[in-house]
């Protein structure tokens, strides 16, 4: 167990600083590695197949509601950027431009692309010509560029990936139920699949994206207390449909411009799970994105039978479809076990020569620990009920950590003195002016979360200003 | 049937003007469209589901061969692109480069990625210490960026998309094996999946890629006897680990370079596979890559039972996990006919109220139009069969052309003649001399394909020169 210890060691906790904590862990459980490039980083295997999983979750589900998949170029002319007044105001100042190809100059400089409504809306231009060609469901899974100047991995990166989803339709009606039902979809991804409660909510006019009449987010808070925007979904209304010349001819044979909207989750996810569910001993992953589900830890490896118990284990897992991975490595099991502890895999299988005899093994919960001994005659079922217990688990204690740090303030005082004592959501009211949001920020240093949908409201007047309050809103600090 | 006429005058023929039937194929079978980004294209989403088809298969032998998936930035600083200097020679000229952040000037340029070379050397040398770190055996998907003059949908474009595999391995031996079966890999997947025949061979010294130290090829023979370079397979010796400071602790306690490999496919595939298979009434798909692989289309739509019968066609191609279409719009069934030939979908269904009568459908193949009567009982088998009838015939097909487009030529005057009368390889003897292969280009205008793997001699001595012949090389004219 020293070499266990060692391992672990080499983490710093969370409590004592939950920034490091998680530097660290992006290092040690080996999801990214640093590059020459400043604020860009590799995906490595592991934290690569995190993605692919969540992509592949996504995917299947966008495909079902009518999504189609498309690839735009990653340029955008600068022209083209401006067309839209207010978007380009959003990203101009963060994107990174091409003045050059081979050892020319170019007559108009590129942007990389730091989003892509100006090219599918110059697409759809080029391509909706009747109500038939309604609606029109896109997506795209692509990097993009922001020009950050601070930078954490999976958090904020000069570079991403994400998808990015657009869509253009005839009624202002459509639009605004496709808003909802993508935002749906990803809160169901969240609580379902990555045991992540969400709040969903929209945006305040501050806070919305750029060009957007309306913008929803899924908002969920970290360990710490600091809130983590999931995934919007943005209701454009016909906006960029105008600005791009977007016309279609009804039925009722009048040209109307189509209602558009866009929604968007990206690798931050990767950062939300792990400020989610991670401990002191490294990564806790939810079963249905965890690249590898069961590990199985063959005790006593040279002990006759045990290493054939372990691998007819990890063959049976396999046949029921989960993704297992058997370490015969020569390593120690403590250090094996220190290892799939720091990368989170939910559930570890033991074996040794005494389980052996008595054909069983032992099956560890990452989140918890708790260990049960389990007949190999049930392996599947336990292994399962295992991976949905913790699923249950994680969601449960997320649940908690937020209920534990949502606090209510009705008065400025109050909220100032929770900003500066407690880290998590303050509810309180507001009255819809910028200046009163802006102040909070000033004050207290919290911005707007969201407007939670079917919010209660804890009072009739604004925090701030004491005249009527219109929203509950959901205020705090954010990655 | 006026409708479907029509539709179908507007491609232009293959045999009147190859390159303009490509290009109307590439629009009107709605896989591509144009921005106003130049050089770049859109890939719509018929265009997209095949390659999201070939990715599916290509990853999924990827992954059984122990390839992990990994994503690199898209950036290259300028320093790090040029610290190997055959790689940078090769694609210096032709990269597109960042030179601003936001309003700021970089202090170095950035290229954005031609190749990731360079990127996965330098994360090697971080993370490879000892032999028991080896292999790593790396791929990304991603897009590059290469700079060119004239440019053609799939074919050539400033952005493409691709898989480009990095591999490290401790031993010579291991890394050229790991070479050839990439290469093969690649090969099965063409002539299996794609019913695409193609020469596996080496790249001549002047045709290898940038800093390899042998490069291998697939290469396919298109319709118009015009070669295509389906896919590369590379080794690079121990050139990148010398160049980059790559080095790992071998169980002998001595310090040694590793031996790299890379391998390539593209988006370039999708051009390949029309460019081979289609013909005068649009795209022809192989079934692997198919987005929709069976068309159903209700004939007598209006007619009692016609329409449930089709729909349950559809559910048990469906349920049988076949790509299947129901098209039930208000067209006629003769535009529909033609719409999902030029889309190229394998096999049309038609149902009309006189089969439903009789317990049977119609079947007929995109490839050479064949109409099969078929009982609904056998729906399933017979469309399986189909399915595959399709994939061997168009592959014979593409064989033949092949073979009968493949000439051989053992002096100068006679490659010289052949060349400027037909369209296809000549096989000729080469003694290795580069001179030789310029004097070819020049005054034939053919370059060297390959040397093929096992090419039987056509005689001893070099074509060009007449002094003794080393190689039988395939020459020809190459998209």
């Known amino acids: 167990m020293a070499n266990d210890k060692k391992f672990v060691e080499q983490i710093t906790s969370m409590e004592e600083d939950f920034a490091k904590w998680y530097t660290d862990i992006v290092k040690k459980a080996d999801l990214i590695d640093y590059s020459s490039v400043k604020g860009c980083m590799i995906i490595r295997p592991y934290g690569y197949a995190i993605w692919e999983n969540i992509q592949k979750i996504l995917d299947a589900r966008f495909k079902e509601s009518g999504v189609e998949n498309v690839y735009m170029p990653m340029f955008i002319p600068e022209s083209l950027l401006t067309k839209e007044k207010e978007h380009v105001e959003g990203f101009a100042p963060e994107v990174a431009w091409v003045t050059h190809g081979g050892s020319e100059r170019l007559t108009e400089r590129l942007c ?41 991995p999976f958090l904020r990166s000069r570079e991403f990936l994400w998808q990015e989803g657009h869509t253009m339709h005839r009624t202002a009606k459509e639009a605004e139920a496709r808003t909802v039902q993508m935002l749906n979809l990803y809160a169901d991804f969240f609580e379902q699949d990555l045991g992540m409660p969400v709040v969903r909510g929209q945006k305040t006019e501050k806070e919305k994206f750029a060009g957007a009449k309306a913008t929803y987010t899924v908002e969920a808070l970290m360990h710490d207390g600091k809130a983590l925007q999931g995934g919007t979904s943005h209701n454009f209304g016909t906006g960029f449909s105008e600005a791009f010349g ?215 007047t604004c925090v701030c200003c004491g005249r009527e309050a219109k929203k509950l809103v959901l205020w705090g600090k954010a990655y």
Request: aromatic share 8%.
């Open 112 to 152: 990389v692309r730091p989003t892509s409504e100006t090219l599918f809306c110059e697409h759809f231009a080029n391509i909706i010509k009747s109500y038939r060609d309604l609606p029109m469901v896109y997506n795209q899974w692509c990097s993009v560029v922001r020009w950050e100047k601070t930078t954490r």
């Open 246 to 460: 977007i016309q279609f001819l009804d039925s009722d044979n009048t040209l109307k411009y189509p209602h558009e909207t866009s929604w968007v989750v990206s690798t931050r996810i990767i950062g939300g799970i792990i400020m989610t569910h991670g401990d002191d001993s490294g990564l806790v992953l939810p079963p249905a994105v965890a690249p590898i589900q069961v590990v199985v830890i063959p005790v006593q490896m040279h002990k006759a039978g045990v290493l054939e118990a372990a691998q007819k284990i990890a063959d049976t897992l396999k046949e029921a479809g989960i993704r297992v991975k058997l370490d015969d490595s020569d390593q120690l099991p403590g250090w094996k076990f220190s290892e799939y502890e720091m990368k989170g895999v939910p559930l570890r299988v033991e074996i040794g020569p005494r389980d052996l005899q008595e054909n069983k093994c032992v099956i560890v919960r990452r989140d918890n620990r708790e260990k049960s001994f389990i007949s190999l005659d049930t392996l599947v079922e336990s292994v399962q009920g295992g991976l949905e217990a913790l699923r249950q688990a994680i969601y449960e204690k997320a649940l908690k950590n937020r209920e534990e740090r949502t606090f209510t303030a009705t008065t400025m005082e109050e909220l100032v003195e929770i900003a500066s004592t407690k880290s998590g959501y303050i509810r309180a009211m507001w009255c819809g002016d910028l200046a009163c949001e802006l102040k909070l920020k000033e004050e207290a240093d919290v911005s707007s979360r969201c407007i939670p949908f079917g919010g209660q409201p804890v009072g009739t």
